[in-house]
């Protein structure tokens, strides 16, 4: 069982990574000033090649995407554990006034994947200098393509998990939470995410006589009420589940009833039974009402990231870890899981292991006021990323004791 006594194996960590501190936020810095979206990011994957330049690490490029995969081996053989730092930024317009702003227009980090680069690096530096307390293999996964792109799916079919994983784990930023703080908790961590589009038909006419139309508004206007009724009636309380229809469309002007009306909207479930479950009596709820109306409806349901579960052991034993190498008020259990969602999700699925968040909420701004990611006004406290690093080499010293 876990506890927060003394390890020596992982005395110093936090001023080893603060050791590395200049490094790192230039690195972060580096990459946030040139943003790359998607799966092809060649300025992002030449600067991590730099920075991991003269370290005891086998590096290997993506072949279908600019990943990087290095890989350092222990001072004695064993196991493999896995860290992962995403890559991509997001289509946003950055409004944040930093000296290092963005300078690719609607290009921007906002979810802090620049600070995942740059403690992932860090990491490697720090491990090289203790690869004689290594019995095993670190992995250290440079992802691109998390917004949405699938990256992780695609470096697992190009081998990544090939070799044989035994732990991984990832950390994700938060500008929402104390700054230095981990959090973590055992089970559903992130939830699934689709897209849905449904595609109502009637019977356009004049707005003068919609009796001689089959008014396609009001049916999908009915819909929306019709799919949160089913989330209350079909989908038991125990199990959370989110639907929000986030677009409608219909018409061209203001005297004719149109033939089509479209929704489209995200599902967010916290389990795989939930989400086919939702799946299900969503196409339903769409097409009952769509025929009390005299329409037709036709529903595509376009599967997104699954559920990210982290390992019942080492969603636990993360929280005490983070107290064990850090100090206990670095240190939290997360509560609920988030409804936002997350692609390494795939790695876990096959993997043991675990995605925990690092607080890092600017100095003298409330939680409640600080600009959550996903901002083109977020802010990140950089002094945050020293606990991210020795938090990535905390977790692979431990797995490979």
């Known amino acids: 069982m876990s506890t927060t006594t003394p390890d020596p194996r992982l005395a110093g960590l936090l001023e080893g990574a603060r050791s590395l501190q200049p490094r790192t936020v230039a690195l972060r810095r580096q990459i946030h000033r040139h943003p790359e979206q998607g799966l092809h990011l060649p300025k992002t994957q030449a600067a991590i090649l730099h920075a ?14 600019t990943s ?28 944040t006034g930093l000296p290092f702003a963005s300078e690719v227009d609607g290009n921007m980090h906002a979810c802090g994947h620049d600070t995942h680069v740059a403690m992932l690096a860090a990491s490697a530096r720090l ?5 004689d307390a290594l019995k ?11 917004e949405g792109h699938h990256g992780a799916r695609y470096m697992i079919e190009e081998g990544l998990l090939d070799d044989g994983v035994e732990k991984a784990f990832a950390l994700h930023i938060t500008s929402t939470m104390k700054s230095g703080v981990v959090t973590c908790r055992p089970g559903p961590m992130m939830a699934s995410a689709d897209s849905f589009h449904v595609h109502v038909k009637g019977r356009g006419g004049h707005g003068a006589m919609p009796h001689n139309a089959l008014d396609p508004v009001p049916a999908a206007a009915a819909m929306v009420g019709a799919i949160q ?8 309380v125990h199990q959370p589940a989110v639907v929000t229809v986030a677009q409608i469309n219909a018409g061209t002007t203001t005297n004719i009833i149109p033939e089509v009306a479209t929704l489209d909207g995200t599902i967010r479930t916290l ?3 939930t989400r086919a479950l939702v799946h299900k009596e969503l196409k339903q709820a769409v097409k009952h009402t769509a025929a ?14 699954p559920v990210t579960v982290n390992d019942d052991v080492v969603g636990q034993h993360v929280v005490d870890l983070a107290a064990t190498a850090m100090g206990a008020s670095w240190s939290e259990p997360m509560q609920d899981p988030l409804m936002g969602a997350e692609d390494f999700s795939y790695v876990l699925q096959r993997v043991p292991g675990a995605l925990a968040f690092l607080g890092a909420c600017p100095r003298g701004i409330d939680l409640e006021d600080a600009a959550p990611n996903h901002s083109n006004r977020v802010l990140f406290d950089e002094a945050a990323m020293e606990h991210g690093v020795a938090m990535y080499a905390a977790f692979a010293l431990d797995a490979l004791r």
Do not use: W
């Open 292 to 305: 009390a109306y005299g329409c037709h409806a036709e529903v595509n349901i376009v599967p997104g990231y």
């Open 271 to 273: 389990s795989e039974e």
């Open 229 to 236: 009724t089913m989330l209350g009636r079909r989908v038991s």
């Open 127 to 131: 491990l090289s200098d203790r690869r």
């Open 136 to 146: 095993g293999r670190v992995l250290f996964m440079f992802q691109p393509g998390e």
């Open 52 to 65: 991991l330049e003269g370290l005891p690490v086998k590096v290997t490029k993506g072949e279908s995407t």
């Open 68 to 95: 990087v995969v290095a890989v350092l081996e222990g001072d004695r053989p064993g196991p493999t554990v896995l860290l992962r730092g995403d890559m991509d930024g997001l289509p946003l317009q950055e409004d």
